[in-house]
Nanobody, 122 residues
């Protein structure tokens, strides 16, 4: 699976962005998909994950209630809707794919896309 993330940009605190991750291959629906992020000077951290059929979903506590992960298997795409953005959400966001849910959550996915940069100004 090849993954391509897009949708990052510069936004003011309180604003919204929607990230997209397009996957190639006919087996996209067989993969658990996730978003992880890496802020400057920090380790990469889990953000959200979604199962093969859009359930279950799982979120980091820091984004719960503000971010929503979804997927459209017909379009081979996973989304991350980010609302009420905070300066601490500033990071490079990566999409990831793996057959196993826990592997995605632990940041050990088999497939990764190039990151997209999200910058939230205060």
């Amino acid at each position: 699976v090849q993954l391509q993330a897009s949708g990052g940009g510069l936004v003011q605190a309180g604003g919204s962005l929607r990230l997209s991750c397009a996957g190639s291959g006919r087996t996209f629906s067989s993969y658990v998909m996730g978003w992880l992020r890496q802020a400057p000077g920090k380790e990469r951290e889990f953000v959200a994950a979604i199962g093969w059929t859009a359930l279950p979903t799982c979120y980091a506590n820091s984004v719960k209630g503000r971010f929503t992960i979804s997927r459209d298997n017909a379009k081979n795409t996973v989304y991350l809707q980010m609302n009420s953005l905070k300066p601490e959400d500033t990071a490079v966001y990566y999409c990831a794919a793996d057959p196993t849910y826990n592997t995605v959550v632990r940041g050990k996915s088999q497939y990764w896309g190039k990151g997209t940069v999200v910058t939230v100004s205060s």
